[in-house]
């Protein structure tokens, strides 16, 4: 079993900054890759962006590119999102993720109001 915390979410105005942080916990050297998701009111959950176990292999979702970074500390059993130039649309639960063979566990949800 793996126990994910994110933290780091709030409001903040269009044009800002967050630092979203999710720390895992339990069974973590089964760990491979991490990443964030989100939903928004009435959406669909949706991908925002994944890492590889080494951190060298990182991926997002086109919405976010150039703006989010994710990166990961190992020797912490953390993952970041690093969330920059902020729009009102990326208001949403942030969920952090891990993969563990073919199970995928998921943290409680981090709120990120974005305002206009």
């Known amino acids: 079993q793996v126990q994910l915390v994110e933290s780091g979410g709030g409001l903040v105005q269009a044009g800002g900054s967050l630092r979203l942080s999710c720390a895992a916990s339990?069974?973590?050297?089964?760990?491979?890759?991490m990443g964030w998701y989100r939903q928004a009111p009435g959406k669909q959950r949706e991908l925002v962006a994944t890492?590889?176990?080494?951190?060298?292999?990182?991926n997002y979702a086109d919405s976010v590119k150039g703006r989010f970074t994710i990166s990961r500390d190992n020797a912490k059993n953390t993952v970041y999102l690093q969330m920059n130039s902020l729009k009102p649309e990326d208001t949403a639960v942030y969920y952090c993720?891990?993969?563990?063979?073919?199970?995928?566990?998921w943290g409680q949800g981090t709120q990120v109001t974005v305002s206009s």
């Open positions: 993720t891990a993969s563990v063979v073919l199970t995928q566990y």
């Open positions: 339990g069974s973590i050297f089964g760990i491979n890759a």
């Open positions: 890492i590889s176990r080494s951190g060298s292999i990182t």
